[in-house]
């Protein structure tokens, strides 16, 4: 038998994980006892991330906004239109009790539709640096909640609030020794490497050269998500740097992890970009993060993001630019060699760690 829920509510973010997965915990937390929808771009990853979970989708084709004026903008914009007529029609049909948006350009039409049907609307947005959505789009919403402190001087709405990241429960519920099991790790030092869902070349390239020794001369246990993109050619420098990398149990690599959160959770030292999103889930898996931000990121948040870690004493810092095999090497042998450095940061960043921001945006979405 069906369940029968007085309330609705529809979810809307997309493109990346930084904007899908708060979109998807706290559509968790609403779906306890309302229907939600989830609003999103049927070939991005949300697509199956959502339909995965049970959601029922309603598709928008939309892009990311074209910088420069030129055919292809006005072409955008024609599609924009389509898309914010599909997001009126959708309003029209399931008569959501409030919307919640997590920014970026997939959530860019829901919005619109929101405004033009003066259905009510809260957005969260996960950088230091807000994005353009964000900025120009969160004056008419209920409530904007934020993960930074520094982000509210970008907002023009006065019901603003910090809450941090919404992040998964399991964050907050899962053991160490449980993440290890799952992983069919030891429980010993584990360094974790990624550069999110599509990898950083980067960061693969140069942890690359260092797997052998971390390995086999310190006896460390290692992560390595590569990204899809980059998985074959990171084996075959493997193979050229540690040719007997495949028979080594201390080696987990592999594109993609489904499980991130047995991934975070089993580490002790994690090497990463600063997408706001994956900066929330370090400091909640109690971990040291060094942070590589993307130097092509919008509004340049991911140096943003990386450097308030680094004024709360919670990270180390290395530019993209000055990563290099010898200076990660002494990076993380200094690390390895003075776990007094590895708890400092570790305490520090779990410092900065919200658990309760799913909840609280939840609540604020019920008060609508």
Not at 7 to 30: C, K, M, N
Not at 264 to 287: P, T
Request: net charge positive.
């Amino acid at each position: 038998m069906s369940e029968v829920y007085n309330r609705s509510y529809f979810v809307t973010g997309g493109g990346t994980g930084g904007h899908i997965y708060p979109a998807l915990a706290v559509a968790d937390e609403l779906s306890k006892d309302a229907k939600v929808y989830y609003v999103g771009n049927k070939r991005n990853m949300e697509f199956e991330l959502a339909t995965n979970k049970g959601y029922k989708f309603l598709h928008v084709s939309v892009k990311g906004m074209p910088r420069k004026l030129s055919p292809k903008f006005i072409i955008w914009g024609i599609k924009l239109v389509r898309a914010i007529l599909y997001s009126i029609k959708y309003i029209k049909k399931y008569k959501p009790n409030a919307v919640f948006a997590t920014g970026g350009y997939v959530s860019a039409p829901m919005i619109f539709a929101c405004i033009i049907t003066k259905t009510p609307y809260m957005m969260h947005d996960c950088d230091a640096m807000p994005g353009l959505v964000s900025r120009r789009l969160s004056k008419r919403a209920k409530f904007v909640s934020l993960a930074f402190e520094k982000a509210k001087k970008y907002i023009p709405n006065r019901n603003t609030t910090v809450t941090g990241n919404p992040i998964r429960e399991d964050f907050k519920t899962l053991m160490r020794d449980e993440a290890l099991a799952n992983l069919g790790l030891q429980d010993k030092t584990t360094l974790c490497v990624m550069g999110g869902s599509q990898g950083a070349k980067t960061i693969n390239n140069t942890v690359a050269e260092l797997v052998r020794e971390l390995s086999q001369d310190k006896d460390i246990q290692i992560i390595f998500q590569t990204g899809k993109k980059n998985y074959d050619e990171i084996c075959e420098k493997l193979n050229m740097y540690y040719p007997l990398w495949e028979q080594d149990k201390k080696l987990l690599i592999k594109p993609y992890f489904d499980d991130m959160i047995s991934v975070l959770k089993s580490s002790d030292i994690v090497i990463s970009r600063a997408g706001s999103l994956s900066l929330s889930e370090i400091c909640a898996s109690n971990c040291a993060p060094i942070l590589v931000p993307y130097p092509y990121a919008a509004a340049n948040h991911q140096r943003i993001n990386a450097k308030y870690l680094l004024d709360m004493g919670a990270c180390i810092y290395i530019e993209d630019k000055e990563l290099e095999p010898n200076i990660l090497r002494e990076t993380l042998f200094t690390l390895i060699d003075k776990p007094i450095k590895v708890n400092y940061l570790k305490q520090n960043s779990s410092n900065l760690a919200k658990y309760d921001a799913t909840q609280k945006i939840a609540e604020c979405l019920r008060s609508l």
